[in-house]
């Protein structure tokens, strides 16, 4: 399925009544996904880029800041444990 297709099921509800005698015959298709991780999904962040032109790229600016912050802890923590040994 392309994005543009996923993104019509997205954004489209539907709703069907099935005549009783077909109901044997009814499929039921029910997708989910998640996403872990710092980032919102691939998906997520072009969306938020085509609502706030810029907010791609402060995301992820943000994200490899708290990412090197956080390693400059742990560096000064694994230094000062060497020290104390």
Not at 12 to 29: M, Y
Not at 50 to 55: E, L, Y
Not at 64 to 83: A, F, L, T, Y
Request: charged share 40%.
């Amino acid at each position: 399925m392309s994005e543009e297709e996923d993104s019509q099921l997205s954004t489209k509800q539907e709703s069907e009544v099935i005549p009783r005698e077909e109901e044997e015959d009814a499929e039921v298709i029910t997708r989910a996904s998640s996403w872990s991780g710092p980032l919102p999904s691939p998906r997520s962040l072009r969306e938020y880029e085509d609502i706030v032109p810029g907010s791609a790229d402060r995301l992820i600016t943000m994200v490899e800041k708290q990412g090197n912050h956080r390693m400059e802890i742990e560096r000064k923590v694994v230094e000062g444990e060497s020290g104390r040994a």
